[in-house]
């Protein structure tokens, strides 16, 4: 199970900060994420961090946003800065390890002025 938390309406330029806790069975070896999906389009994978720290982000948000985890106690924060409109989006976090995929609630991300 995951639960997700954080998001909310920031005006651009503005920062928020995306957090995910999994509980149940949790594997040694697993990869944490989170995705965003708009309305028309397919979900897409915006970054993600496995249990060694070896982490992934999309172009878009290469130097404003930072992934991060804790495995101690299964959580994972999305530290996102500089937001722009086009980060608009439900954002959803992900569990992955070699039997098993969970999603998180989304949560919604708003960046207006």
């Known amino acids: 199970q995951l639960q997700a938390s954080g998001g909310g309406l920031v005006q651009p330029g503005g920062s928020l900060r995306l957090s995910c806790a999994a509980s149940g069975i949790i594997r040694s070896v697993n990869v944490m994420g989170w995705y965003r999906q708009v309305p028309g389009k397919q979900r897409e994978l915006v970054a993600s961090?496995?249990?060694?720290?070896?982490?992934y982000y999309t172009d878009s948000v290469k130097g404003r946003f930072t992934i991060s985890r804790d495995n101690s106690k299964n959580t994972m924060n999305l530290q996102m800065n500089s937001l722009q409109p086009e980060d608009t989006a439900v954002y959803y976090c992900n569990y992955l390890d070699f039997r098993n995929n969970y999603w998180g609630q989304g949560t919604q991300v708003t960046v207006s002025s």
């Open positions: 961090i496995t249990t060694d720290g070896i982490i």
